[in-house]
């Protein structure tokens, strides 16, 4: 049993509060993605769970037993940075052999080569184990630093922003293949990202954080349709989520959403039938309104056009408000066009104004 258990955990720097008191636990063989901006109390997540840094107050575990007075080397866990450093003075071989040569371990050359051989072969870097880090692209060069941290066959790997220094099309490669790595190690995997799409395509849990506190811990499915406050809606997503300020109010005995020439209908949808009436944030993303020039639909005028491949991203004046929609690619629209926008409902998110937390519905 290896399950990660963080309670009540504060850590401060001075006056910066990093964590706010976290309570998380991580189940063994668990992919979570610890997901937030720049400063929101991540990496001190990772650090804490590794020894690198002692917490305030509270408890971390791991497979059951307080680790919090545990030096790094006892925890039984290794660690992936963005810097990379290989030794570059070392083969392929030898910086992936070299946590077995560490001092205190009693692994003879046999047992060496056959766990570096192991690694190398799941990483598909074994034809480049004779050569030295300076004749490998980053990726091979982030893949060994992925080797290195598995010769050891820790309990828990702690990842931190692993990617961040390598192209885009690169990361996307590589999320795949680290997503196709626990499938077959299956050990416990933390890994701390700033990107959404990471956390989305790799977790089985995703940690969103927010200026050290946790927003919310889910699925990533549950992270995406069901956010359970603003700050989660807007900062998972390919781009910013609509906010659109309103109320709900009850019209002809039927349930609306009405803001400044916005009148949504929401009596079809079964889960926002016992909303109640009052000030509410409607939230909805691009992909949830489309812009056409049918003859139905909300009024908006096209104030931008974005091509995004497959179809137009399309940003639209709804009198004071201007929203993102998605359109079709032959629907050709351009400034100053006027189009009608229609609102797919199950994918709408109701927010508290004071506080942004969840209006959460009824669940289908
Ligand atoms: N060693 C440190 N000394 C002072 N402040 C720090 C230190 N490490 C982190 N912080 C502060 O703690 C907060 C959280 O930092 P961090 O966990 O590194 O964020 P993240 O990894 O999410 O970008 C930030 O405000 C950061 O400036
Ligand atoms: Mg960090």
Redesign the pocket.
Known sequence: MTDVRFSRVRKA??P?A?LAGLDLEIRSGEFVSLL??????????LNLLAGLLDADSGDITIGGARVNDLSPDKRDIAMVFQNYALYPHMTVFENLAFPLRARGRAFDETQIKTKVEAAAESLGVAALLARYPKELSGGQQQRIALGRAMVRDPKVFLLDEPLSNLDARLRIRMRRDIKALHDRIKSTIVY?T?DQAEALTMSTRIAV?DQ?HLQQYGTPNQIYHRPANMFVANFVGEREINFVNGAIAAKDGKANFVADGLTLNLADEKRWRNLRAGKAVLGIRTEAIKATRDDTGVSAIVEQVELVGPELVVYAAVRSAQLSCRADLNADLKPGDKVRLTFDPAHFHFFEPDGGVSLAGIEA
């Open positions: 720097f001075g910066v990093a937030g901006p720049s400063g929101s109390g991540k990496s001190t997540t701390v700033h954080f050290g």
